[in-house]
């Protein structure tokens, strides 16, 4: 039987679910303010025993199927891409709101294609080094392996 829903929405749907519970605790929760726990933090590690669990997920004919992390880490790469996009369009703007700076503009524009143009060219080396390691032991290593690295390189709090 066909699948109703795209994981992508249901993965969205959880993600805007968790984010209120994270803030909600950071609010409540003397210790997470005390310390300076960021909510994204909290949200992200519900998330985590969530999944692991099993609990996050989307429902099918067939019953409930959990989420692959690969599909957050896609949603994530998107988001993250389109952050960058939203700070173009509204960079440069002057005190009236009329006119634009170009060296803002062109900055962000550099900006943007350096961090993609850089991801695209760590993902490649990554994938061609798990592959020639693969060839030359013989292991059997996921050449997700080195999407995980690139992307906590390239995406993370570093």
Not at 25 to 37: A, E, H, I
Not at 144 to 155: C, E, I, K, R, S
């Given at each position: 039987?066909?699948?109703?829903?795209?994981?992508?929405?249901?993965?969205?749907?959880?993600?805007?679910?968790?984010?209120?519970?994270?803030?909600?605790?950071?609010?409540?929760?003397?210790?997470?303010?005390?310390?300076?726990?960021?909510?994204?933090?909290?949200?992200?590690?519900?998330?985590?025993?969530?999944?692991?669990?099993?609990?996050?997920?989307?429902?099918?004919?067939?019953?409930w199927?959990?989420?692959?992390?690969?599909t957050?880490?896609?949603?994530?790469?998107?988001?993250?891409?389109?952050?960058f996009?939203?700070?173009?369009?509204t960079?440069?703007?002057s005190?009236?709101?009329?006119?634009?700076?170009?060296?803002?503009?062109?900055?962000?524009?550099?900006?943007?294609?350096?961090?993609?143009?850089?991801?695209?060219?760590?993902?490649?080396?990554?994938?061609?080094?798990?592959?020639?390691?693969?060839?030359?032991?013989?292991?059997?290593?996921?050449t997700?392996?080195?999407?995980?690295?690139?992307?906590?390189?390239?995406?993370?709090?570093?």
């Open positions: 039987m066909e699948q109703l829903l795209s994981p992508y929405l249901v993965a969205l749907f959880w993600v805007s679910i968790l984010i209120p519970a994270g803030i909600f605790l950071r609010y409540k929760v003397k210790f997470f303010q005390n310390y300076l726990v960021p909510s994204s933090l909290i949200t992200g590690f519900i998330g985590m025993i969530l999944m692991n669990t099993g609990l996050i997920g989307l429902p099918t004919p067939d019953g199927m959990p989420l692959n992390f690969s957050f880490a896609l949603l994530t790469t998107i988001i993250f891409t389109a952050n996009t939203m700070i173009g369009i960079a440069g703007k005190n009236d709101g009329n006119s634009r700076s170009k060296d803002m503009t062109r900055g962000v524009l550099w900006l943007s294609i350096t961090f993609v143009g850089g991801y695209g060219v760590l993902m490649v080396t990554g994938v061609s080094v798990i592959w020639a390691y693969n060839a030359l032991t013989g292991a059997g290593l996921e997700a392996t080195a999407a995980n690295l690139v992307q906590g390189f390239t995406g993370g709090p570093a």
